[in-house]
C-alpha cells in the first residue's frame, strides 16, 4: 500500500511542474484572427507548429536600397478590403526548402514584423512570399508561438487581438 502510495504522489509531482508551466499560456485555435504592426491591420493566420518561422503573403514586392542597406516595399490587404502598405529593411534572405519535388528550394526576403495575438505582441522574423494558393496570408510558426501559447487544433478564432499599442 505504502508503494501505491507513493507512486501516486510520485506522478502528481511529476505533472505539477507541467501544470504550472501551462498556466500561464493563452489557448488559441488553428485559425485566428491577429494584427499586424501596431494594430494597422487585422488578419486572419494559419497557426502552424510545423513551420519554424512565419511567412506573409503578397503578391508584388519591390526589393530597394535605402541608406546603403536593402529594403523592402509591399502591401498587404485583409478580407474586409482594408490594405496596409509596409516599407521594412530586409534583415536577411532566408533559403526556403519546397515541398513540390519541380521546385528544390526558394529564396525569401525576411523582414522583422509586429503581430499580435491575444494579450502578446512580438516582433519575430517573417518571409515574404506569394502565398495566393494558400487559404490563409499569414502563416504563424514556431518562432512567435513558443513560450506563450497551447494549439487546441479543435478551435478557430478564440482569441482576438487585445494588444493595445496604439
Not at 505504502?2 to 502528481?12: E, F, S
Not at 502552424?48 to 498587404?76: C, M, V
Request: glycine share 4%; net charge positive; aromatic share 8%.
Amino acid at each position: 500500500m505504502y508503494l501505491q502510495i507513493m507512486c501516486v504522489v510520485t506522478a502528481c509531482l511529476l505533472c505539477l511542474p507541467g501544470a504550472l508551466f501551462a498556466k500561464d499560456k493563452q489557448i488559441i485555435g488553428w485559425i485566428e484572427t491577429v494584427r499586424l504592426t501596431h494594430n494597422m491591420l487585422s488578419i486572419d493566420a494559419k497557426i502552424d507548429t510545423g513551420a519554424r518561422h512565419s511567412s506573409l503573403h503578397t503578391e508584388n514586392y519591390q526589393l530597394f536600397e535605402k541608406n546603403n542597406e536593402p529594403w523592402i516595399r509591399f502591401k498587404i490587404s485583409n478580407k474586409a478590403g482594408k490594405s496596409l502598405s509596409i516599407e521594412k529593411p530586409v534583415i536577411r534572405t532566408a533559403k526556403i526548402k519546397s515541398k513540390r519535388k519541380k521546385v528544390k528550394s526558394q529564396e525569401r526576403p525576411v523582414i522583422m514584423l509586429g503581430i499580435c495575438i491575444g494579450s502578446v505582441y512580438k516582433e519575430i522574423e517573417t518571409n515574404i512570399v506569394d502565398r495566393s494558393h494558400f487559404n490563409y496570408k499569414l502563416l504563424i510558426g514556431r518562432s512567435f508561438l513558443k513560450e506563450d501559447f497551447l494549439i487546441d487544433t479543435s478551435l478557430k478564432y478564440s482569441l482576438p487581438p487585445t494588444c493595445n499599442l496604439e
